[in-house]
């Protein structure tokens, strides 16, 4: 019985290095959920080539922030915008899918509508931009796919925003 209990104790400990092996392939390094990485706001140079995905994320922003019930954007989130669309300008082999979201507060229906009209409002104007809209789609997941699930403001705030997704080569 002894060694069944041995051999219990390394099968134990070859599932959980399994298990935190599949999570750790899973952690997204790029953005930090503190709000930090991805806003366009890094301190300091960047060692990234300014056409990779991942200069785009770090360095350029992916995401605009809204406020409670808003499609507008704000100052802050033109200028994430115009990064963008600098960025999409010098890099024409992307498109991109911008993903409208929400916080849980209100009805699923509704925060569909409202995370739609988020991610139009950004694709609107990276059109005015100059960014054609052949290379722009839009996606609304409303509230069901929160950065933060608190009943607190600072997490609905981080889960009302726009995120744009890049793709690589333009197809057809």
């Keep these: 019985m002894g060694g069944m209990g041995i051999v219990m104790s390394g099968l134990k400990k070859a599932t959980l290095l399994a298990v935190v092996l599949g999570l750790s392939a ?19 140079g960047s060692n990234l080539d300014p056409a990779s995905p991942a200069y785009f994320q770090q360095e350029v922003g992916d995401r ?33 899918t911008i993903q ?10 509704y925060n569909l ?4 009209r988020r991610a139009n409002e950004a694709r609107d104007f990276l059109i005015g931009q100059g960014i054609a809209g052949t290379r722009i789609q839009v996606v609304s997941f409303g509230k069901e796919r ?10 609905y705030a981080k889960n009302r925003r726009a995120v744009t997704v890049l793709a690589g080569g333009l197809t057809g």
């Design 100 to 109: 409208g979201h929400a916080d849980e507060q209100g009805t699923r229906e």
């Design 26 to 44: 899973c952690s997204n390094a790029v953005w930090d959920n503190a709000g930090g990485s991805g806003t366009g706001t890094s301190p300091g």
């Design 146 to 155: 929160p950065l933060e699930i608190c009943s607190a403001e600072s997490c």
């Design 113 to 116: 509508a409202l995370g739609a």
């Design 64 to 96: 605009v922030l809204f406020p409670v019930d808003q499609s507008t954007l704000s100052a802050e989130a033109t200028t994430i915008l115009q990064g963008q669309a600098r960025w999409l300008t010098a890099n024409p082999d992307y498109v991109v």
